[in-house]
C-alpha cells in the first residue's frame, strides 16, 4: 500500500466515521425531542382561560360527570388516587385526562374540549 492510498482510505474512514456520528446525534436527538408531543400540548394548554368561580363550578360538574366513580366525589382516591393537592404541572395534568392511562383510565379527549380540562384541573387545583 502506498502512502497516499493509506492516506486515501484514512480519509474516507473518517468521513464515515463524521457521518456516523452526525447521525447518532440527530437521532438521540430526535428521541430527546421524543416527549415532544406532550411538550406541544402541554404549550397549547398554556392559553389564559379564566379561573373563576364559574370556571371551578363547571370543572366540579364535569368531575362527578367522569371522575367521581373512580376518584371518589372530593377526589380523596378510590380506584383512582387522590386528585387533591396535585404536584404536577396542569399540562402534565392535561396530557393524562386527554390521553388516559393505559389500562387504568380513559381518556377524555373526545368528551371534553381543553379548555373543558382546564376547567376540571381548575376545580382539583381549588379543593382544600
Ligand atoms: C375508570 C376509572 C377512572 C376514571 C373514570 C378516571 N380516572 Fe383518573 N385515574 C384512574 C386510575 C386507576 C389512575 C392511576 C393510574 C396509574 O397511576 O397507573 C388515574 C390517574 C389519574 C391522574 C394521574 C394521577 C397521578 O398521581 O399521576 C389524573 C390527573 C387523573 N386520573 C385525573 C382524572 C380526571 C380529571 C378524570 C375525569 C375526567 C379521571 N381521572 C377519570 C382511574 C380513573
Redesign the pocket.
Known amino acids: 500500500m502506498t502512502i497516499e492510498t493509506r492516506g486515501h482510505l484514512l480519509g474516507c474512514i473518517s468521513a464515515l466515521v463524521a457521518i456516523s456520528l452526525f447521525y447518532a446525534v440527530s437521532i438521540f436527538a430526535r428521541f430527546a425531542t421524543a416527549d415532544g408531543g406532550q411538550s406541544t400540548e402541554v404549550m397549547a394548554f398554556e392559553k389564559e382561560w379564566s379561573d373563576g368561580p364559574e370556571v371551578v363550578a363547571a370543572g366540579a360538574r364535569?368531575?362527578s360527570q367522569?371522575?367521581a366513580?373512580?376518584?371518589a366525589d372530593d377526589a380523596s382516591g378510590d380506584?383512582?388516587?387522590d386528585?387533591r393537592r396535585?404536584k404536577?404541572s396542569d399540562g402534565r395534568?392535561a396530557a393524562?385526562?386527554r390521553n388516559g392511562?393505559h389500562h387504568?383510565?380513559?381518556p377524555?379527549r373526545k368528551k371534553?374540549s381543553d379548555e373543558q380540562i382546564h376547567a376540571?384541573i381548575t376545580y382539583?387545583r381549588s379543593l382544600p
Do not use: A, D, Q, V
Open positions: 364535569y368531575y367522569s371522575c366513580e373512580c376518584h380506584e383512582g388516587p386528585l396535585f404536577k395534568m393524562m385526562i392511562i387504568e383510565m380513559p377524555f371534553y376540571l382539583l
